[in-house]
């Protein structure tokens, strides 16, 4: 069965940067791009980009670039997202999820369990 | 605009039927799929594409969409749907994804 895992629990200062890991399994990495999302404490769903595991091309939303870094090591079907010049408002549960269909839409069919990162001095 | 609207909260009595909304000019080229959420757990889908339910999503749960509009429609709500719920979708450009702001679904 799919399965999408992620690292733990983070606690990092302002200024710093984080880097949260999502392992794959129970499909072939290569064929699925995979996204990350993030939510604040008690806020809605914001999309940061993805990763093209296949080829490493990323895309990212406006509001990211510059801070967000993806990469993936397909020897061990993981995805990993760094986010830089960490500020309070970054403290959030950050998620993978696996697009299954991107011709018409984007359907995110598999989730991690997300990982929450706390920025605070 | 890149943006999906939703209402921020509904509410329905048991065992009726409720429609969530998701309104955004991306909507007329790309479907929107639509996401439950829970307190302390990850999102989950529950529709995609025209109106297709993932595997142990209950027939009750569909979907439909008219111009810039996806809706998200329960028949007979039970109280285990009392939850957070979100669209989302490709933007304008077709790259970058959005998501609704969330409607937070209370069964009566």
């Known amino acids: 069965q799919v399965q999408l895992v992620q690292s733990g629990a983070e606690v990092k200062k302002p200024g710093a940067s984080v880097k949260v890991s999502c392992k794959a399994s129970g499909y072939t990495f290569t064929g699925y791009y995979m996204h990350w999302v993030r939510q604040a404490p008690g806020q809605g769903l914001e999309w940061m980009g993805w990763i093209n595991p296949n080829s490493g091309g990323t895309n990212f939303a406006q509001k990211f670039q510059g801070r967000v870094t993806m990469t993936r090591d397909t020897s061990i079907s993981t995805t990993y997202m760094e986010l830089s010049s960490l500020r309070s408002d970054d403290t959030a549960v950050y998620y993978c999820?696996?697009?299954?269909?991107?011709?018409?839409?984007?359907?995110?069919?598999?989730w991690g369990q997300g990982t929450l990162v706390t920025v605070s001095s | 605009s890149s943006e999906l609207t939703q209402d921020p909260a509904v509410s329905v009595a048991l065992g009726q039927t409720v429609r969530i909304t998701c309104q955004g000019d991306?909507?007329?080229?790309?479907?929107a799929s639509w996401y439950q959420q829970k307190p302390g757990q990850a999102p989950v889908l529950v529709i995609y594409g025209k109106n297709n339910r993932p595997s142990g999503i209950p027939d009750r749960f569909s979907g439909s969409s008219s111009g810039n509009t996806a809706s998200l429609t329960i028949t007979g709500a039970q109280a285990e749907d009392e939850a957070d719920y979100y669209c989302n979708s490709r933007d304008s450009s077709g790259n970058l994804v959005v998501f609704g702001g969330g409607t937070k679904l209370t069964v009566l």
């Open positions: 991306s909507l007329r080229s790309y479907y």
């Open positions: 999820a696996r697009v299954g269909n991107w011709n018409d839409g984007a359907d995110f069919d598999y």
